[in-house]
C-alpha cells in the first residue's frame, strides 16, 4: 500500500509541474484543450486502476446524498454575492466585468484543477488518513493543511495568513462534503464553482482597487466567514451527528 501511495503522490506532483509548463509553452487553444484532455485523463485512469485501494465509488453519488451537489454548487456563489454586497456597501464597488474573451480557457482549465486536485487531496491524501485512522476531524485537519501550504506556496504565511487561512477552511469543507456524500462529485463541484468565479469574475473596485486585495479585510471576511461557519456546521450537525460511516466506502 504505501509503495503504491508514494508512487501515486510522486505522480500526481508530476501531473501538476507538467501540466503548468506545457499549458504555458503552448499559445494555440486547440493544443491547450488536448493538453488538459490528456492529463485529465491519466488523472482518472490512476485514480481507478494505480491507487491504493479500489475507490471507482468515488464516482457515483446516491440519490438521497445528491443535494450536496447543489449545495456544493451553491456555497461559493454566496460567498461571492457577499462580497459584492459588502463591496457596494462600503461604496468601493464601481462594477463588475465578467472575462467572456477567455470564457472557454477558464471553464476547460478548471475542469482540470478541480477534477486532478480533488482526486489528489480529498481521494488519495484525506481518505488515506481517514481509512488508516477512522478519525474524520485528525484526517481532514492534516488534509486541509496540506492543501493549504500547496496552494500557499511562494507566500508567506506570516504576512499572507488570509490566503493560508481560506484554503484550510476550504479543505475542510471539501472532506465534509465528501464523507457525507461518499462521492468526489461534490467536491469537485465547489472547487470548479469556486475558481471558476474566481478567474472569471473582477471586481472593480475604482481608485480603491491598488488598495484593496483579495486579503483585504472587505474582500476576504464576506468570502471566508460563510465558508467558516458552513465547515462547523457540517463537522458539528452532520459529520459528528454520523457516528459510523460506511464500511464501503
Known sequence: MFGK??????????????????????????????????????????????????????????????HYLLIAFILPIFSFFLIYINTKINEYLTGITFDYSNILGVFLSQIYVAITEELFFR?????TLFKTSKKFLLSAIISSIIFSLFHGLGHSINSEYQLFISYF???????????LSYSIWPCIVFHFTNNFLTNSIDFNLGVFEKYLTPLSPVLFLPYVLPLLFFSLYLYFYKVWKLKTYNSDF
Open 5 to 66: 501511495l508514494f508512487f501515486n503522490i510522486v505522480l500526481y506532483v508530476i501531473l501538476f509541474v507538467a501540466s503548468s509548463i506545457l499549458l504555458g509553452y503552448f499559445e494555440q487553444r486547440i493544443v491547450k484543450v488536448l493538453v488538459l484532455a490528456v492529463f485529465i485523463a491519466i488523472s482518472i485512469f490512476n485514480s481507478i486502476q494505480l491507487f491504493p485501494y479500489s475507490n471507482i465509488r468515488f464516482f457515483s453519488i446516491k440519490a438521497k446524498n445528491a
Open 169 to 179: 477552511v476550504i479543505g475542510t469543507i471539501l472532506c465534509s462534503l465528501f464523507i
Open 123 to 127: 481521494g488519495l491524501i484525506f481518505y
